[in-house]
């Protein structure tokens, strides 16, 4: 079964979530752009700030959630919202000026041959920018990774979709080879989670664990949480009311030739 998204959930840390994009976009250098479009754009309250940057831009928010794209619909009339898959998108779309992707491409395995595609879908002199997360061998993910595996578990979570990414040179090089100037950089940010010893369970379950917490049978899903909860407690404990949790980032601003 697909798993689904829950636009209030994803939000519940909207300011940690939030600061990537605009770190990610205060590098695009694009003046005064025709066409703007945020590809997984999810529940639309990131996608409003680009209306912000360039305010006479035609923008669009692209994503193939309709719970989230339904959410962002009520965030900003002035955005045109769409349900799609990016990889239709990109193989049918006209070209526009910037290509903006925040925490989406992680989801789409083939994304790295996807990059030439999506690269061709804007304008020469336009630009490409994406962020994805680089975090996938901490414990937030290897321990759903260890515990979906367990022989209670494995046979519903076998196939479920789960997110991977590369480094940035992994990136650079291929977008160079197009004729990109290309900008690449990581970040490992600290997130202090306050007042909520499950902190990193909240997190978690509104983006990479969803697939797995929602494959799982009504029987077993709450156990399944529960350990989640003891093992990421251990992980990341509790001090003086608040969690951190480092989560490394991937960014990619590439000026297409």
Known sequence: ????????????????????????????????????VDLGCGP???????????????????????????????????????VADLRTWAAEAEPVDVLVSNATLQWVPEHLDL????????????????QVPGNFDEP????????????????????????TSQDPAVYLEPLAGLGCTVDAWETTYLHVLSGDPDAVFTWVSGTGARPTLQALPDGLRPAFEEEFKRRLRAAYPQHDGRVILPFRRIFVVARVA
């Open 115 to 130: 990059l030439p595609t999506l690269v061709g879908r804007v304008r020469p002199g336009g630009w490409f920018a994406f």
């Open 44 to 82: 639309g309250n990131l996608t409003t700030l680009l209306r912000e940057r360039w305010p006479d831009a035609d923008i669009r928010g692209i994503d193939a959630s309709p719970e989230m794209i339904e959410k962002a619909r009520d965030v900003d009339r002035t955005v045109t919202f769409e």
């Open 1 to 36: 079964m697909p798993h689904t998204w829950d636009p209030d959930r994803y939000l519940t840390y909207a300011g940690e979530r939030g600061r990537p994009f605009v770190e990610l976009v205060a590098r695009v250098g694009a003046q005064e752009p025709a066409t703007v």
């Open 140 to 163: 937030s993910h290897t321990i759903r990774r260890d515990l979906a595996a367990e022989a209670s578990y494995a046979a519903h979570t076998q196939d479920v979709a789960v997110p």
